[in-house]
């Protein structure tokens, strides 16, 4: 049988994605994307052409079992995001939990993640941390999820868009207290990669305040909770937190 091999690729620089992935890419059957035009253009800059599938949220579930067909029957075949690696924040683990259970090899060509670039360069403690993907985007639910995590000892790194990068960080400043350190990192790898960091009032402010700060990618990190005194006012947070959510 075929094996499916899963293909980070770059997060803004072209010059990310590794030889061994172009090499990969060159040589399956065929290359599973989230959106092919988007692909396509990537593949393009490096002279590499093959037949592309569209697989999305949408289709995911209908088409693995067609794709573990294919597998079975010889194809290699690869697996790629718009950007970065698959299946963080991004499709594909239906399909990787299919072939996996056919007893198909998948196999990683690791690479770019805007989670682990944006972690390495906010000089914040790493040795464990929490990826929460996107919060919600109705305000209430997005509180609520940040209210849920203001205990948490451990980095928090999200994802967010631009449109909802303010008021993000707003709802962080009020939910997990002002003075909490934190760092917004925009653009990784691009011509206007940013990382700020300080209290998240500060950062919320600034962001507020400036227009530019909110155009591209993000990825907020927010210190957790220490050991210090801190810990004990986020317990009071909680506390409230959760009183509050009983009263409504
Ligand atoms: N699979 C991707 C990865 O491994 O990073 C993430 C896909 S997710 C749909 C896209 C989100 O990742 C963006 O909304 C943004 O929050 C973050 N992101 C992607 N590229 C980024 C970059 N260059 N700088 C900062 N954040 C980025």
Redesign the pocket.
């Known amino acids: 049988p075929g094996q499916l091999h899963v293909v980070?690729t770059p997060?803004?620089n072209l010059g990310d994605l590794s030889p061994r992935a172009q090499a990969v890419l060159r040589g399956v059957d065929a290359i599973c994307a989230e959106d092919t035009r988007h692909t396509r253009q990537l593949l393009g800059h490096f002279g590499i052409e093959r037949p592309l599938v569209a697989l999305h949220e949408h289709n995911e579930d209908g088409l693995a079992a067609r794709l573990v067909e294919r597998l079975q029957a010889g194809e290699s075949l690869a697996l790629v995001?718009?950007?970065?690696?698959?299946l963080?924040?991004?499709p594909g683990y239906r399909l990787v939990r299919a072939a996996r259970a056919a007893g198909l090899r998948v196999s990683p060509v690791p690479g770019?993640?805007?989670?682990i670039?944006?972690l390495s360069v906010a000089g914040l403690p790493s040795d464990r941390f929490v990826f929460e993907g996107f919060l919600p985007a109705k305000a209430g639910a997005r509180r609520e999820r940040l209210q849920a995590l203001i205990a948490e000892p451990r980095t928090l790194l999200f994802?967010?868009?631009s449109h909802r990068i303010a008021e993000m960080l707003a709802d962080a400043a009020e939910v997990f207290g002002g003075d909490r350190p934190a760092v917004v990192?925009?653009?990784?790898?691009?011509l206007f990669e940013t990382v700020l960091d300080g209290p998240l009032a500060a950062l919320a402010a600034r962001v507020a305040a400036e227009a530019d700060q909110r155009k591209?990618?993000?990825?907020v990190i927010v210190e957790g909770v220490g050991e210090n005194a801190d810990a004990r006012l986020a317990d009071g947070r909680r506390v409230y937190a959760l009183l509050a959510r009983e009263m409504k």
């Open positions: 980070a997060i803004g995001s718009d950007a970065g690696t698959p963080v924040s991004d770019p993640s805007a989670l670039a944006a994802y967010e868009a990192a925009r653009e990784l790898t691009k591209g990618e993000f990825v």
